[in-house]
């Protein structure tokens, strides 16, 4: 994102940082850490053209997320009418600090939760306003950093509405989202909007290399399936085992679908919809980067040997030669409409048996 990096330095170097910014991002793709240290970059005492210092004392507060003019709010599983963010700051302190490119899934886990609903609140709007009436601790600029901001209820997008429209000197707001279509338009209106594109698979294992530890080979593997998205391939990275289940359930799902052996394909649902519902999500979306390469396969001379694949004997080149691209794009059209039905707890072997059927038809196309 070194566009946007040049962007933040220089609006922080001539004084003219617009007051709210909206940080959008598809996937999961270092909007937060971005943010983060631009806020260290703003109140660093010791800055250069290019970074903070990271050694004066406002930079070794942002280390540990505790800026006296830096808030942090985020969805939360409300407690109360009254509760906020605040009350659980210690989870997201601790989540971010472990994990920078977090995403929903792994702040519910600090939670300790699964499927329970967020949201940010009227309260914790009503937090923020309070927050931003204080003064600042010496620092020339009060930073607000709204993660998850399309969890924003719609009556704390209206109270919010007032801040965005009459900012004060040094106010900065950071808004961080994936749907940008769930603010109100009033809201997006009224930031600055800035947008971080999806990473390719090499960035994202160099920077599970570097960031997580990760060896080089299961890097590789997961920033592949991970369809641009860090927090899934940081996932998948240490689940390694995960990978190789997939791919085992992929190969049979592909093989009793070929010889339409219903028999089978019922079987199969029957055993993939043991699965955790987080677990057949991250399935889904194995499946749908497993199809978009046998695509690319399709138009390049290439092949492609994963080590999941290798105890199977499954050949890409193979299949992408038997399912025509009319079908391949029914499948992943089912695949994505599935994904969204699991969200909304639809029986997942029916959803199973139906993406079964579409394949099956997507063969004999």
Not at 114 to 120: F, G, L, T
Not at 175 to 193: A, D
Not at 213 to 218: K, P, T
Request: glycine fraction near 4%.
């Amino acid at each position: 994102h070194d566009g946007i990096k040049v962007q933040l330095r220089q609006s922080a170097r001539s004084g003219r940082v617009p007051h709210a910014q909206l940080f959008a991002e598809r996937k999961v793709s270092g909007a937060l850490p971005m943010a983060i240290a631009f806020a260290r970059y703003l109140q660093c005492q010791s800055r250069s053209e290019v970074d903070a210092c990271g050694e004066c004392s406002s930079c070794k507060q942002m280390s540990a997320l505790a800026h006296p003019d830096v808030h942090f709010s985020f969805p939360f599983i409300s407690e109360g009418k009254e509760d906020n963010s605040e009350n659980h700051l210690t989870a997201f302190r601790k989540l971010i600090k472990a994990d920078p490119y977090a995403d929903q899934d792994g702040l519910l886990h600090a939670y300790g939760a699964s499927n329970k609903r967020m949201m940010i609140s009227v309260a914790e709007a009503s937090r923020i306003l309070h927050i931003q009436s204080l003064k600042n601790f010496g620092s020339s600029h009060r930073v607000t950093i709204v993660w998850l901001a399309d969890h924003l209820h719609l009556s704390a997008q209206n109270k919010l509405l007032k801040l965005l429209e009459e900012p004060q000197p040094g106010q900065v707001f950071l808004l961080i989202c994936r749907k940008t279509e769930s603010l109100l338009p009033t809201v997006v209106s009224r930031c600055q909007l800035l947008h971080f594109q999806s990473l390719s698979s090499d960035q994202i294992a160099s920077l599970l290399q570097s960031v997580y530890s990760i060896d080089e080979q299961a890097a590789v593997a997961a920033a592949h399936f991970a369809e641009g998205d860090v927090a899934v391939a940081n996932h998948m990275a240490h689940k390694d085992e995960d990978l190789l289940r997939f791919a085992d359930f992929f190969v049979r799902w592909t093989r009793v679908c070929y010889a339409a052996r219903f028999a089978d394909v019922l079987d199969w649902c029957a055993e993939v919809a043991k699965l955790s519902r987080d677990e057949l999500l991250a399935f889904f979306r194995f499946t749908a980067s497993i199809l978009e390469e046998s695509l690319r396969l399709r138009y390049s001379g290439d092949d492609f040997a994963h080590p999941s694949f290798e105890r199977s004997g499954f050949k890409m080149k193979t299949f992408a030669s038997l399912l025509p691209t009319s079908g391949l794009d029914l499948v992943v059209a089912e695949i994505d409409k599935s994904s969204r039905a699991l969200s909304q707890n639809v029986h997942a072997r029916l959803l199973l048996f139906q993406l079964s059927m579409q394949l099956m038809r997507g063969f004999k196309m």
